[in-house]
């Protein structure tokens, strides 16, 4: 079964940038991959999803701050992350739904913690 594998988390300062890094542990067929955030004390939001095709969607509050974007190469999924703000901290997961032949299957990353310092 493949695995995914979050890095690029970290602790910056307001108005700063970080790229997070997603990548697969084998080539995968997917639908869709998408980043997602928990808050502490809140639900988990989903943050940006880029389809097997290409079209990525946003969450409002980072529209236009973050991109989302593959390398499929490389099997990764990358979240560039601009303009930072403090209500940005949370841990971030990389999920991809992966096309089988049995069907699909929901693949989550360990989670990689993002912190916004004011």
């Known amino acids: 079964q493949a695995q995914l594998v979050e890095s690029g988390g970290g602790l910056v300062q307001a108005g700063g940038s970080l790229r997070l890094s997603c990548a697969a542990s084998q080539t995968i067929t997917i639908n869709s991959m998408d980043w997602y955030r928990q808050a502490p004390g809140k639900s988990r939001e989903l943050v940006a999803t880029?389809?097997?095709?290409?079209?990525?969607t946003y969450a409002g509050s980072v529209k236009g701050r973050f991109t989302i974007s593959t390398d499929n190469a490389k099997n990764t999924v990358y979240l560039q992350m601009n303009s930072l703000k403090p209500e940005d901290t949370a841990v971030y997961y990389c999920h991809a739904v992966q096309i089988r032949p049995d069907g699909t299957w929901d693949l989550w990353g360990q989670g990689t913690q993002v912190t916004v310092s004011s």
């Open positions: 880029i389809s097997g095709g290409g079209i990525t």
